[in-house]
């Protein structure tokens, strides 16, 4: 973000990413949608949060809070806990931001700015599902959800605007673009995909595209596998298949949200076996793993993780850094306005406030005066001591501070009452009247 900016707001993110932390720890730090309906009231209650947001992708786990008093510490012991992991190791692996760093930290991911292929869409859907969860769960406020509502808005102007969405280049279609590289002629080969979400979806799309034509699809919801593969002309399988069609598998890609692996090396080898070693190209997608980090060691297996697809995102890079400094403009100006706005707010309060005690007592000053025209005295008397005494109770206090100030060489709040009071002014107009002479009161005088 260009210059430096410090914001009031109590917002502090704590997470860990794909550049802090390996897929091994990230998985084991993920939430999934399940584990987040009990873990968002808990750690907003166990950390003394008012608002939080837990956005947990392949890629990373973020906790955006508000709060009176914000503890990183306290918010990352919580999550040592709930995952049983070593302090130690999340400390070593953690960023914090606060404040407007982290308004611009979430809307630069939000804007797919942060992930791992650089503007990559799949992010903003996550993110927006990150906050409705919060919603679903009843730890969001109003803080938070202005906070989603104008990352939206940045994020869909980002893509309208920049380049950033063009010709992108995600995780989906990164792994079809390695096995491209590895098949000669990727439309002959047999393609299994394991799960049936959105990942998997754009990972059909890109296959499809490529010339796919024998594509099987496996879930655990048959039904759901069913859908997706009527969509792509495919067949659909449980996840009890998969070592039977594995034999006849040229290219696997799994991406499920199972909490424990679906394929083991066990049933790799006995398939590698009936296949008379004809290798097999697996890309696992999924935080948790979705396939045993061992079966990499098998001497026919080509298996890359999310990770290692990164060394292979270099396309259209160019273009997209260009799209992407456009993209860090219109986030830092974002950032300036929410960070404005949210200041403005603190105004509103003082204003609210200042008006308030001086209301009071106006009605104090105005009920005696009342009284005393009730009671016989002339108005002429009521009146002028109810302006002296107005005004004598309305500059008491200022009065003080501005002894003190003094006295305390404060120039920087001498400076702003002056402003505030347009003192200068008023010092202008008491020596000299509407035709640059005597003043009225001189005159009186």
């Known amino acids: 973000m260009t210059g430096t900016m410090t914001g009031t707001m109590n917002l502090l993110v704590v997470g860990l990413n794909h550049r802090t932390a390996s897929v091994t720890l990230r998985e084991r730090v993920a939430f999934s ?74 809307m630069t991911v939000a804007c797919g700015m942060d992930s791992m292929v650089l503007g990559e869409p799949q992010i903003f859907g996550q993110f927006k599902d990150c906050f409705n969860l919060a919603r679903m769960h009843h730890t969001i406020g109003p803080e938070l959800d202005n906070l989603a509502q104008t990352t939206n808005r940045v994020a869909k102007r980002v893509r309208t605007e920049t380049g950033i969405g063009e010709n992108t280049v995600s995780i989906a279609s990164t792994s079809v673009t390695l096995a491209q590289q590895l098949f000669t002629d990727i439309g002959k080969c047999n393609v299994l995909l394991i799960g049936a979400g959105e990942t998997i979806e754009l990972v ?95 001497r026919d297996v080509y298996l890359y993780s999310i990770d290692d697809l990164q060394s292979i995102i270099v396309e259209n890079l160019e273009q997209r850094q260009t799209s992407a400094a456009e ?29 308030q005690r001086h209301d009071a007592l106006r009605e104090e000053e105005l009920t005696r005066a009342l009284q005393r025209l009730a009671a016989g005295e002339s108005a002429e008397d009521v009146l002028t001591n109810l302006a002296r005494q107005l005004t004598n109770k309305i500059v008491h206090v200022p009065t003080i501070e501005i002894k003190k100030a003094g006295s305390d060489g404060r120039q920087d709040l001498l400076n702003a009452i002056e402003q505030v009071f347009q003192l200068q002014d008023s010092t202008d107009n008491t020596h000299s009247g509407p035709s640059g002479g005597p003043s009225s009161r001189h005159r009186e005088t």
């Open 327 to 355: 993209a860090a403009r219109i986030i830092d100006e974002a950032v300036m306005e929410f960070v404005a706005n949210y200041r403005a707010l603190d105004a509103v309060d003082t204003l609210r406030r200042f008006r």
């Open 33 to 106: 949608s399940e584990e987040l309906a009990d873990a968002l009231p808990a750690l907003r209650s166990a950390v003394g949060l008012r608002e939080l947001a837990i956005l947990s992708t392949c890629n990373r786990t973020e906790a955006i809070a508000v709060g009176d008093t914000l503890d990183p510490d306290a918010v990352i012991q919580w999550i040592s806990n709930y995952h049983q992991l070593p302090v130690d190791e999340l400390v070593n692996t953690t960023y914090i931001h606060r404040g407007a760093e982290a308004v611009h930290h979430t």
């Open 204 to 298: 059909a799309t890109h296959l499809q595209n490529a010339g796919i034509h024998n594509l099987v699809i496996a879930n655990r919801t048959l039904a759901n596998a069913q859908a997706l593969a009527e969509t792509f002309g495919g067949k659909a399988i449980d996840l009890g298949a998969i070592p039977r069609q594995l034999i006849e598998t040229d290219i696997l890609i799994s991406s499920t949200g199972s909490q424990l692996p679906i394929l083991g090396k066990g049933a790799v080898e006995r398939a590698l076996k009936s296949r008379r070693h004809k290798p097999i190209f697996m890309v696992d997608l999924a935080v948790p793993r979705d396939i045993e980090p061992e079966v990499s060691e098998l």
